[in-house]
């Protein structure tokens, strides 16, 4: 399964069906308008969170998170949404980032090479699925839907990429094919040989 199709069914399996309406709608008017300048990020927090992003949803046949402006998304989560705790830790989070890709490559995490962020970023995946394995065996009640910022830095990067992404016009109608307001219900409707699985 090639990464982008992995990135497509999270999206559509597990980022849009937890939606009700109303966060759905929450999240698609987060979307940042035309001319959006970050607020809580410095430019180099910034930077850093565009190189995380686009290695996340990679530019394919459809644009990826970087040219659909996800980090101005989370910005905007971070600077109107999230409380100053959870700000702090985010911005630690990607402080962290810099740490680590400075001990292995040298250099910081927008400046390495592609294939160095993605090793990086594999690495904290790792971590992740490390600590849902150890979640997953103790009495582990999931999160409400309301805590989005609520988990390891890289657990939420992941899971704003994905909201910001998705509920993006680009995300929502080109990537999943899905209309924003759709006209009419159509249970039954034939599929055509075009349609993204």
């Not at 009495?139 to 909201?163: C, D």
């Not at 924003?180 to 699985?197: E, F, N, R």
Request: glycine share 6%; hydrophobic share 40%; charged share 25%.
């Amino acid at each position: 399964m090639q990464r982008r199709e992995l990135f497509r069914l999270l999206g559509a399996g597990a980022v849009l069906p937890v939606f009700d309406s109303n966060i759905l709608a929450m999240f698609q008017a987060a979307q940042p308008k035309s001319g959006y300048a970050v607020r809580t990020l410095n430019p180099h927090q910034n930077a850093t969170l565009i190189a995380m992003i686009d290695r996340i949803i990679p530019e394919t046949d459809t644009p990826g998170a970087k040219a659909v402006r996800v980090n101005e998304f989370i910005d905007l989560i971070l600077t109107e949404w999230a409380h100053e705790d959870e700000r702090q830790k985010f911005l630690a989070g990607l402080e962290e980032v810099d740490k680590r890709s400075n001990v292995l490559f040298t250099k910081d995490f927008a400046d390495a090479a592609p294939a160095q962020q993605d090793a990086l970023l594999s690495e904290l995946d790792l971590h992740l699925s490390v600590e849902r394995e150890y979640l997953a065996h103790r009495a582990y009640v999931r999160r409400p839907h309301h805590n989005q910022l609520e988990g390891s830095f890289f657990e939420i990067v992941k899971r704003m990429t994905l909201y910001g992404y998705y509920t993006s016009e680009v995300g929502f109608t080109k990537e999943l094919r899905k209309e924003i307001i759709p006209g009419a219900y159509h249970g039954c409707a034939p599929v055509s040989d075009t349609s993204k699985a």
